[in-house]
């Protein structure tokens, strides 16, 4: 009842309540599911964007300019930054601050940060848990920011309407590094920091690195869009390929089909989690822990201890109906 | 009956059949589950070492230059080298053939090739599942070489005994960008490449994060060893350091609690993938499938429909019983 109440106060005026609600939504309980159920409904107008790319590219920036760009044409924009926090730099944290004095004050704004931290495989649940909540809010846009590296991270920019990849002249060995998983993933490419040196070469490579593709029947050819996103040079462009990208989807219904890839995938994390967590409850975790050692030295093997953990979960589940 | 009488053939004399069942454990199939679970009693000899670090670093270099090594002490070496393929870049298929020239030929010595374009969840589990089989047949050392870029490859590393990170002093960036991923599996690391400008300082910068690192209870501190393996240079020390943490862990009985530790997870992930393939037949992916178009309207909420598939699953347990 009172949940309802609060969903009812949910919209982009009101950002304790959005607040509340993500942190609502966060815990992962049964509670975060039955208010999930009850926006789902409320969801769908908003458009995804994901901006992705190596530590360092400008990300951030990008991002800051995009939404003040849309802020300008009256556009309300939501922000999930994911962020692989490290002990050991400040980075994230200053950027968080330069974000807040720049656009987080800003009415029509509204930022989570979410640290993958210690969280990483719940970490693309959790984010588009919140992207509903931002979505029912009625967000016109909602940005995905997240730092290309590892799958969890790529998860999230590959939940977007629109997924763009963020390189610097520089990033000649990150995308080495990244290899097939930022390439296949971006609708286009940003070049920031394009006033450097090096600037027309990595342009060169990346678009050698795009013609190598395999080319699938798609008719969408990924470009590769130069900015300065510190001094706000470029950002229309992209903002005009995130309408022309999402006009061609719309166009060739390839919208309604890419959410539902999305929204599948999603039903099988949900399904995949709940499951594995009945099954891991203290009891088995100890069981397990207490025969660790025959498998080690070799009398059980692995499989069989699987098996054996199998066979008394849906065991227990018979006896329970 | 067969699988028995191949598996009795297994030794480090016989590379075919070593061949031959790994390909077998790969198909991932009940009869790869019974392959295991015979091979099992024989395992838990094998000392396992994990190579990781950014592309780039040197690992097969000096993966290659240790088993050189290893061999001159009369030992024998199995290695699992992980590779994210890509379509792009030809430098993993250049780098094999350069490794089988060089030690692919020695009787002691095996090697596998693992891609893991297209299975990504699957590939730690492939790579221990191959290590076991190395490990009964019975080489000495087991040497995982993965890349450091991704949640499953950090995963095989950490399965090894002592972990082994490469990097150079170019990595600079690298280390952000990996950020605390690679920096806590590290028993100790190598700076490969050494006699590059900026090796020094590179050095320098990385004791830094070490000393800010939470020093926990442990009493074994990283240490930070110079090679260049391309010149066969400090190849000794690094054995000798791998020798030290093993007689580390020996002594202090912590490699057991290891190869515990390790062996939990393992468990967990055969549990998890072998329900998960179980809840995801054709029937409820197909129904999955049919409904998604309503779940993006907003009829369905995605937990809803997760609950209905899982209630669908239990159901049928039961029945089945």
Redesign the interface.
Known sequence: MLTEKIIDQLNTENKRIISRIISKVEEGNSGS?EI??M??????KAYRIGITG???AGKSTLTNQLTKLYRKEGKTVGIIAVD??????G?ALLGDRVRMNEIGNDRGVFIRSMAS?GS?GGLSKKSIDAADVLDAAGYDFIIFET?G????ELDIAKAADTTVVVLVPESG??I??????L?EIADFFVLNKSDRPGADSALMSLQT?LM???HDEKSWLPQILKTVAQENKGIEEVAAEIERHKKYLNESNLL?EK??RN??V???E???K???TE??NNERLGY??EK??Q????????????EE??NN???N??LN?
């Open positions: 599911v999930l159920k926006l789902h409904s409320k969801t769908g190596p530590p360092g692989p926090t490290s002990p050991f730099t980075g931290r990483l730092v590296v590892g799958q969890s060995d990150s080495q590094a990244m290899k097939a998983g390439m690195i190598l593709r395999d309604l959410r539902k929204v599948n999603r039903v099988q949900i399904v995949d709940t499951i594995i099954i891991w397990l822990n660790s050692g498998i080690i030295s070799g009398e059980i093997s692995p499989y069989q201890m699987a953990i199998l979960y849906k065991k589940i018979t109906e």
